[in-house]
């Protein structure tokens, strides 16, 4: 009896065990991997061999990425030398910031738009797109509506592969690199403290009329820089056109307006599409105002700076020391342009050093 007990027992135990570990295999298999970081206290090398501790997912598994918004830069100019040599300053800048910024970067292709109607002989150094200028005499002087036109021109005519478009201009040194800070919708702008939609809302109501909504709706804003998606920017731009040379002809928002007319022109026409813009008080520094470039994308060099060889601003008077590109615009500022004084604010120090940077590795440059 006892012999016999032991010999069905092992049986017994060996089919028990078989099904223990079948058991085991299906509830493992079944069971749902982990997807959390490996616990620092776990000493098990199968747990780090199959789970990516930066991407939370198993090793060799599609890797989650952030599309890239893409824009292309887009300046307008004309052929003159003044504008010229701050394209070529600024294409170089571009050009090294995007570098800089790796695969990541959503800073996609550059254009020049060049409203003369002609190529020029820097062509192959800028991509350029030529556009013709308004018909003589459209303009009344104001060169700035050749602007809008340029642009309807290059969105109806180029092949532009980016779905949004950073509108900048040739006195824009980039910093660093830019991010597509549009968003949902959304363009994204910079807002100029002379925008002052309130302030001629009764100007501004032969172009916006009350049905259309608040004068708050106008964003403070230019055509620069801006960030836009590019469908809505050829919705904007025929429009934009249009009410430029519509307020130029008209004598109280000609007076109103006056250098910055065709910047209200786009504020309002982006206002009657429906386009609204994110402000950015960081997208650019204008110098001397502006003395730490800090975490902005852009200088915009607009105003001449002077200063006396103390280090102090001599605004509306000639200094001593001084970097305006007024100054060069029938030739091109010289290499190695003279450093400010001590005491000078940071903005203005590393303009003239991105200047000077620019115009030591540009090829034949002033020639």
């Known amino acids: 009896m006892g012999c016999g007990g032991t010999t069905l027992f092992y049986p017994l135990l060996i089919t028990l065990s078989v099904a223990l570990i079948t ?9 749902p991997l982990k997807q959390g970081f490996p616990s620092s206290s776990s000493s098990s090398s199968s747990s780090s061999s199959f789970i990516d501790p930066v991407i939370e997912l ?4 599609s890797r989650i990425q952030k599309k ?6 887009a300046v307008t100019a004309s052929d003159s030398v003044y504008n010229t040599w701050q394209c070529r300053v600024m294409y170089y800048w571009f050009k090294k910031v995007r570098a800089s910024a790796g695969p990541g970067s959503e800073m996609g292709g550059f254009t020049r738009i060049l409203h ?5 002989k820097y062509m192959d150094e800028i991509p350029t797109f030529v556009a ?7 303009d009344q002087g104001y060169v700035v509506l050749n602007r809008p036109w340029a642009f309807v021109q290059w969105l109806q005519q180029a092949d532009i592969k980016e779905d949004y478009v950073l509108m900048s201009e040739p006195d824009h040194l ?18 100029f403290f002379y925008i002052e939609p309130k302030k001629y809302e009764k100007v501004l109501r032969k172009y916006y009329p009350e049905e259309r909504g608040p004068v708050t709706d106008i964003d403070p804003i ?14 904007i731009a025929p429009t934009w056109m249009n009410v430029s040379l519509a307020m130029k002809k008209d004598p109280e928002a000609d007076k109103a307006f006056g250098w910055v007319l065709e910047m209200y022109a786009y504020a309002v026409s982006s206002a009657l599409h429906g386009v609204s813009n994110i402000l950015h008080d960081n997208f650019m520094i ?3 105002w502006d003395t730490e470039v800090g975490d902005k994308y852009i200088i915009h060099y607009t105003y001449g700076c002077d200063y006396d060889m103390k280090g102090k601003l001599t605004y509306g008077k000639v200094g001593e020391w001084r970097f305006d590109k007024r100054s060069y615009d029938s030739t091109p500022p010289p290499k190695n342009l003279t450093m400010p004084p001590p005491g000078v604010s940071q903005s203005v120090v590393t303009l003239v050093k991105m200047v000077n940077e620019a115009t030591a590795n540009i090829p034949n440059w002033g020639e």
């Open 68 to 73: 890239r918004r893409l824009f292309h830069t």
């Open 174 to 191: 980039i910093v660093k690199p830019i991010p597509n800070l549009s968003k949902d919708g959304f363009g994204a702008a910079f807002p």
């Open 132 to 138: 013709q200028p308004l018909p003589p005499g459209t």
């Open 58 to 61: 198993p090793r060799g598994g």
């Open 222 to 235: 230019g055509n620069s820089p801006v960030i836009v998606g590019k469908e809505d920017l050829k919705k």
């Open 286 to 288: 204008q110098p001397p």
């Open 23 to 31: 058991y085991n295999i299906i509830i493992s298999t079944n069971a």
């Open 116 to 120: 003369n109607g002609k190529p020029d």
